[in-house]
């Protein structure tokens, strides 16, 4: 049991979500100073006038006042800010093919056909991934070189006509303009994929079942980012040449065809072989792979690449009348991407299967989502996003350069699809919305809403906000699977139409010019998304929130994504605690908001694998507006799973406490599940102090009006109050500002394992604070 003492303290660390909260908000302050980090991660205290740090509120605990000290870990910079980052919203189709190796679904332990398939599974996605790099490079080829360099620039056509007919003809500008924007895109990705955030200091990880453990940047990823760029560089040089199927006149171009299949068959092959050294074990082969592909063969390589396809422009003189390989190249590529999903799809099933016992004894609504097929529809659906923005960006440049440019015959088919994926969303989305509107005005349910609001005036208001909160945490999934249905289902369609030569009759004409004008749409306002993000920071951070949740993921299938920024944080915000736990009076509480509970979920993981007990047992953490019961456990089982979530619980015997409002959309219930009122009073299960899972006591109510079930807090919004002494905001409150409910200096107090409620000390003073003996 741990003694309080004149000289205890506690250290509350904050770290915010994924909307970049500001400096002075996250440590609720009207100004902040930097106290540690190297500005891209910044640990800040709240400042005074002279801006120098200062204290934070005095927590009241064991009856009396507990000194406080408030400091907040800002990350925002890791993922907004200028042109670059806003940037990286483009590779947003890249972020979900490597976010899925990481929903694939647990391996039971010692189970060897479950391990098979796992590690069949992950090459699968990696190979789907690589394939991904080929197809968009191919596609910004079909608009540079098809429709700029060959139909627009050639000479005599009636576009872009104030680019003179000498500077049409010379040599090599079309080559130029053809090919070079296809080297920036390969260069841009390079730059991307090479950036990452370095730990400043760092609690080392350890291999475990808790929150996080496997979370470690895969020693493949040089390997990797090779064979994508060199795929990319390869399969620009195949489409200008003439495409896979097309035998190039003259001995130099057959050579060069040659040498792109080559390149793209080693880097196929190669991408198959990896393995993953962090999951199912170090294979031999994966081991002479990586010697194979050292630094100095990865430049080799791309070197070759890169000549090649400069060797390509330079033996294309004159340009052709028409580039024969762009339909022929992205076609291939686009129907090899598909069978790689596909098959993706049907291995999950006896993976997700054979996964199924690692959950089976869980409640079904913590049990992960699709059964664990979760990664095969987020594949999906960010393989066919990426080819709709292709497709969409060839729609918008070939609408805005002018009349007379064509399309390769395979993007005819797509517009179809898009266009009937767009009205069969509009068809059937209306309906599934006003009946979905109308369960939730008569719903029933939610009692804890009843208990919390009894009474008072805005309980009716309260209830519809639980109601449509709940709706959305329960289908947010179910979106995603329709979705990549539809899509899905009408990829097989296209394919289909495509093959047989069966021409679309014309009452799909409408269809096909509203895909036209939903492709347009998408390209034009991701661009201008990124325009704007560039110029006004606000902006920045609304773009950067589906980034912010793909870029917790280190890179494992794409190394063309945006850097992992957990990588950094997690490791120092566990530095930053074990820094301050090394004062025996003070304690530490890591409290985190939305994504940042997560963060602190997994540094707290990391600490409890590396401190000594005594310094573990003054640790404890709060968590406000998580998803970490309701979504990361059931989309990522193998990462975040229901028993290492326990497991941290038991760790942390009782620290843990969750804040939670039903009227919060994206933050939800944490350490209890099966809620029932019964006789007025709130039951359910949950963690317990032991690191068991069972019934709980029956949820007090605390002070403030909060109902405590287990470890979560469950708040009225709108607040009770105003509260004296304290800053009060009205109304309904839902995802934002916890700190301002007076129950969260309560959470806080219990998760440091102090008393809130303790009574005073009735006039017996606290022991004497104990002074060094001098040295003799």
Avoid at 7 to 18: A, F, I
Avoid at 114 to 133: E, F, I, W
Avoid at 182 to 210: C, K, M
Avoid at 285 to 311: I, N
Wanted: charged residues 15%; hydrophobic residues 50%.
């Amino acid at each position: 049991m741990l003694l309080t003492g004149s000289d205890t303290r506690v250290v509350e660390l904050r770290v915010h979500g994924v909307l970049g909260t500001g400096a002075e908000s996250l440590v609720g302050a009207v100004a902040a100073v930097d106290v540690a980090g190297d500005g891209v991660g910044r640990l800040v205290r709240p400042a005074d006038r002279l801006q120098r740090p200062a204290p934070g509120p005095v927590l009241r605990a064991e009856g009396r006042s507990v000194p406080r000290v408030v400091e907040g870990y800002v990350w925002s910079a890791m993922t907004s800010g200028g042109w670059a980052k806003a940037a990286w919203a483009l590779l947003f189709p890249f972020s979900l093919a490597n976010m899925a190796h990481w929903m694939l679904p647990p391996v039971p332990s010692g189970h060897r056909g479950g391990r098979v398939l796992a590690a069949v599974n992950r090459s699968l996605v990696r190979l789907a991934a690589l394939l991904l790099t080929a197809l968009l490079i191919t596609q910004s080829t079909v608009v540079t070189l098809d429709l700029l360099a060959t139909q627009c620039l050639a000479p005599g056509a009636d576009c872009l006509t104030w680019v003179p007919g000498s500077v049409r003809s010379a040599y090599p500008f079309r080559q130029v303009v053809g090919l070079l924007p296809a080297l920036l895109f390969v260069l841009v990705l390079y730059r991307i994929s090479t950036v990452s955030w370095r730990p400043g200091a760092q609690v080392r990880p350890t291999e475990s079942d808790l929150p996080g453990g496997r979370l470690v940047a895969d020693p493949d990823t040089p390997a990797l980012r090779a064979l994508h760029l060199v795929t990319a560089l390869a399969s620009v040089a195949l489409l200008a040449v003439g495409g896979p199927f097309h035998q190039p006149d003259g001995p130099v171009a057959r050579v060069l065809r040659l040498l792109a299949l080559a390149l793209l068959g080693l880097c196929l092959l190669a991408v198959l072989l990896l393995d993953d050294p962090r999951g199912a074990g170090d294979s031999r082969v994966g081991r002479a792979l990586r010697g194979a592909l050292g630094r100095w063969p990865r430049r080799v390589l791309l070197v070759v690449a890169g000549a090649l396809v400069v060797a390509v422009g330079a033996v294309m003189s004159p340009m052709p009348a028409a580039v024969t390989g762009t339909g022929p190249t992205v076609e291939l590529v686009a129907v090899a991407l598909f069978g790689v999903v596909v098959l993706v799809g049907v291995l999950l099933v006896p993976a997700a299967l054979i996964a199924r016992r690692t959950w089976a004894g869980e409640p079904r609504e913590l049990r992960p989502w699709a059964g664990g097929w979760m990664a095969a529809p987020v594949l999906a659906f960010g393989v066919l996003l990426g080819g709709g923005f292709g497709v969409g960006l060839a729609i918008a440049v070939g609408r805005l350069i002018g009349v007379g440019t064509r399309l390769p015959a395979g993007y005819e088919p797509v517009a179809l699809l898009w266009g009937a994926a767009a009205a069969l969303g509009v068809v059937v989305a209306v309906p599934m919305l006003v009946v979905a509107v109308v369960r939730l005005l008569r719903g029933s349910g939610y009692a804890e809403a009843g208990l919390l609001h009894a009474g008072r005036p805005e309980a009716a208001a309260a209830l519809k906000a639980w109601r449509v909160a709940g709706w959305q945490r329960r289908n947010l999934h179910r979106v995603v699977l329709a979705v990549s249905a539809v899509l899905v289902a009408g990829a097989v369609a296209v394919i289909a139409l495509r093959v047989s030569g069966f021409t679309p009759p014309p009452w799909t004409d409408p269809l096909s010019a509203f895909g036209v004008l939903a492709l347009g749409a998408l390209a034009g306002a991701l661009l201008k998304a990124v325009y704007d993000a560039a110029r006004q920071p606000e902006a920045g951070r609304r773009l950067g929130v589906i980034a912010d949740l793909a870029s917790f993921w280190p890179r494992e299938s794409h190394p063309a994504v945006p850097p992992c920024y957990a990588l950094k944080v997690v490791p120092e915000l566990a530095a930053r605690a074990a820094e301050h736990l090394r004062d025996p009076s003070t304690r530490v509480v890591l409290t985190g908001h939305s994504q940042g509970s997560l963060l602190v979920a997994v540094a707290a993981a990391r600490l409890l694998g590396a401190l000594e007990p005594a310094a573990a047992a003054r640790l404890g953490i709060v968590t406000a507006g998580s998803q970490l019961q309701w979504a990361y456990p059931r989309a990522f089982p193998a990462v975040v799973s229901h028993r290492g979530l326990a497991h941290l619980s038991g760790g942390l015997g009782g620290r843990w406490r969750a804040l939670c409002r039903g009227t919060d959309p994206i933050g939800g219930a944490v350490t209890t599940w099966n809620r029932q009122v019964c006789d007025g009073r709130l039951l359910g299960t949950g963690f317990r102090t032991d690191g068991t899972e069972g019934p709980l006591p029956a949820a007090s109510v605390s002070p403030h009006g909060a109902l405590v079930l287990g470890g979560d807090h469950w708040l009225p919004d709108p607040m009770r109050g105003p509260v004296a002494g304290r800053r009060w905001a009205p109304g309904t409150l839902a995802h934002t500002d916890y700190p301002a409910d007076p129950e969260w200096d309560r959470a806080v107090a219990m998760a440091a394992a102090l008393d809130p409620e303790a009574p005073a000390s009735g006039g017996l003073s606290w022991p004497p604070k104990r002074e060094p003996t001098p040295p003799a």
